[in-house]
Every structure is written in structure tokens, then in C-alpha cells.
């Protein structure tokens, strides 16, 4: 199961990406500066109306938020996503662990 869209494919790349980066932001000062979502702005990586509701979400993780919008664009790419359910399954359990270990940091 591999997304054929490459629409797709570069889109959940993005959120992904855009996750590190906010979660890198988020761990080294607490809050995101405007110049750093300007960054990920810039980067591609996040419009400016991700980034708003990013914003809007304020401490309550945005960086994890970026995991869930990659996982949403996989499955909406991914077709007859019903027959892939192992696999959606595996990709939620590792975007929890990697939340996981974004909580020991």
C-alpha cells in the first residue's frame, strides 16, 4: 500500500516535516515565535491558514497536530482504504510512539 497521488504523497511529507519543526520550536522555547511559523511558512511546509489553526490550538500541541493532518491526508489518499486496515493501523501506532517519546522530551 503506497499512496499513487503524489499530491498526496507530498502533502503528508509536508505535515510531517512541518511536526519536526514545530516540535523542535515547541521544546526549545516553549512558545512559537512568529518568526518561526514565518519558517515553516516560507519552508512550504505549512499555508497560512494551517498555520492560523495551528495558532489557534495554542499549548495544546501543534506539533502533534501536524502527525494527525499527515495521517488524515494518507487515508483520504490512500484507495479502497478499507481494504488497507493493517496498514493504517501500523501508521497510527507508530505516530503514537513517536508521540510518546515527543512526551519523555
Known amino acids: 500500500g503506497r499512496l499513487p497521488d503524489k499530491h498526496y504523497q507530498r502533502r503528508a511529507i509536508r505535515y510531517v516535516l512541518a511536526s519536526c519543526f514545530v516540535f523542535f520550536f515547541e521544546r526549545t522555547k516553549g512558545a512559537i515565535s512568529d518568526n518561526e511559523w514565518n519558517q515553516c511558512r516560507d519552508l ?17 500541541n501543534p506539533s502533534f497536530h501536524c502527525l ?5 491526508v494518507i487515508i483520504a489518499g490512500t484507495p479502497d482504504v478499507a481494504d488497507h486496515d493493517d496498514m493504517i493501523n501500523a501508521l497510527f501506532d507508530r505516530v503514537h510512539r513517536i508521540r510518546v517519546c515527543h512526551a519523555k522530551i
Not at 44 to 60: A, D, K, P, Y
Open 44 to 60: 512550504s511546509l505549512l499555508n497560512s491558514q494551517e498555520i492560523e489553526q495551528l495558532i489557534s490550538v495554542g499549548r495544546l
Open 68 to 72: 494527525q493532518w499527515a495521517l488524515q
